[in-house]
C-alpha cells in the first residue's frame, strides 16, 4: 500500500513541475510577441543592387554596395531584416550630371528608399548623403565572322559558290581597351563529311574569355552552302602567242590544247571557247630550252569548280618573215 501511494505522490509532483513549465514557456511566448509587436527605432543594413546603368556607359568601380539606414518599425520588422537582409535598388537613370560627375542626390536616395519599405516600416536616417558613379564610355565597331570549317564533299559533288556566313559580321560593345583587340570573331568548328546536299547550320561564335563589359549583337551564326552534283566535260582550246616581236611568226606544237572542266551540268552546256583563254608568252623563249615553251590557262569561266590543262607546256618554232 506505501509503495502505491509514493507513486502516487512522485507523479502529481512531475504533473506540477510539467504544468509549470508548460506555462513558464506560453508566459515568455506572450511577453516575445508582445514585444515584438511594439514600435522600435534602430539601425539596421540595406544591400543595394543598381539597375538602368545608362547603354552608353559602363560602371568602372561598384558603388555603394551598402547602405546603413536607422527605421521606426515594429520589433517583427527588425527580427525579418535580420534572418533575411533586405535587398533595394537604386536607379541609376535618376542620377545627376554636373561638371563630369554623375552622382544621386540624397533626395533621391530617400525617395527610393521609402518607395522600398513597406507601410509598417518608416525611414528615419541613412548614412549616404551623395552616392557618386565612376563610369568608362562604351564604344562599338562591327567585326567580321570567320567561319571554322572542316568540310568534306560526297564523289562527284562540289560547293556551289562561297560558304554563307549570316550574320557575317558582329557588331561588339565595351571600354574601348578591350574592344580594340579584337579584330575578328571565329566560329566553333563545324565538321561535316560526305555532303551530297545543301546544308543550313547554327553555329556558336568562340568568345573571348575576358568578356566583362563586352556586348556582342549575337553569339551565333548562322553557316549555309550550296551542294550540287557535278560532271566533266573536255573543251579543246587553241593555244595563243602573246608579245610576239614584228616579222616573226611562232608556231606551237600542239597548237590546241584540251582543258578538263568540272561543273554543274548546267554550267557545261553554257561553255564556249571563247571562255577560255590558254597563253604562251614568246619573252620567255630565251629561257626555254629544247624549243619548248610553258603555257597558262589565263581564262576560264569562274562559275566551274575547277578547269585544267592536260599539258603545261608545247614545243615551238620560230619563222622570221
Not at 78 to 94: A, C, E, N, R
Not at 168 to 185: A, Q
Not at 204 to 210: F, G, I, S, Y
Amino acid at each position: 500500500m506505501k509503495p502505491l501511494l509514493e507513486w502516487i505522490r512522485t507523479g502529481l509532483k512531475k504533473r506540477k513541475v510539467k504544468v509549470f513549465l508548460l506555462f513558464l514557456i506560453c508566459a515568455s511566448l506572450a511577453w516575445f510577441i508582445n514585444k515584438l509587436s511594439q514600435t522600435y527605432t534602430s539601425n539596421t543594413t540595406f544591400y543595394v543592387n543598381y539597375i538602368n546603368v545608362p547603354s552608353k556607359h559602363l560602371l568602372a568601380n561598384s558603388p555603394k554596395e551598402e547602405i546603413q539606414v536607422r527605421l521606426t518599425a515594429a520589433g517583427f520588422q527588425f527580427l525579418g531584416y535580420h534572418l533575411k537582409p533586405k535587398h533595394i535598388t537604386l536607379d541609376v537613370s535618376k542620377m545627376v550630371e554636373k561638371d563630369s560627375l554623375y552622382y544621386l542626390t540624397s533626395d533621391q536616395i530617400r525617395i527610393q528608399l521609402e518607395d522600398q519599405l513597406n507601410n509598417y516600416s518608416t525611414l528615419t536616417d541613412f548614412d549616404s548623403d551623395i552616392i557618386y558613379f565612376d563610369f568608362t564610355s562604351l564604344e562599338t565597331k562591327k567585326v567580321p565572322v570567320i567561319a571554322t570549317l572542316d568540310i568534306t564533299y560526297a564523289t562527284n559533288h562540289i560547293l556551289e559558290g562561297k560558304i554563307g556566313i549570316l550574320p557575317d559580321s558582329i557588331e561588339i560593345t565595351g571600354p574601348k581597351s578591350k574592344i580594340d583587340t579584337i579584330n575578328t570573331l571565329k566560329t566553333e568548328l563545324l565538321q561535316l563529311n560526305n555532303i551530297t546536299s545543301s546544308f543550313s547550320e547554327q553555329v556558336a561564335l568562340k568568345l573571348p574569355q575576358d568578356l566583362d563589359g563586352i556586348n556582342f549583337s549575337a553569339t551565333n551564326v548562322q553557316i549555309k552552302g550550296k551542294v550540287v552534283k557535278f560532271s566533266e566535260q573536255v573543251m579543246e582550246i587553241p593555244v595563243t602567242v602573246i608579245n610576239v616581236p614584228e616579222g616573226v611568226k611562232v608556231r606551237t606544237f600542239p597548237e590546241i590544247v584540251q582543258v578538263r572542266c568540272q561543273g554543274t551540268i548546267q554550267d557545261l552546256k553554257e561553255l564556249e571557247i571563247n571562255d577560255f583563254m590558254v597563253v604562251a608568252d614568246y619573252l620567255k623563249v630565251a629561257d626555254e630550252t629544247e624549243n619548248r615553251l610553258s603555257i597558262t590557262l589565263e581564262r576560264y569561266p569562274k562559275t566551274l569548280h575547277n578547269a585544267q590543262m592536260n599539258a603545261n607546256e608545247v614545243e615551238f618554232i620560230l619563222r622570221r618573215e
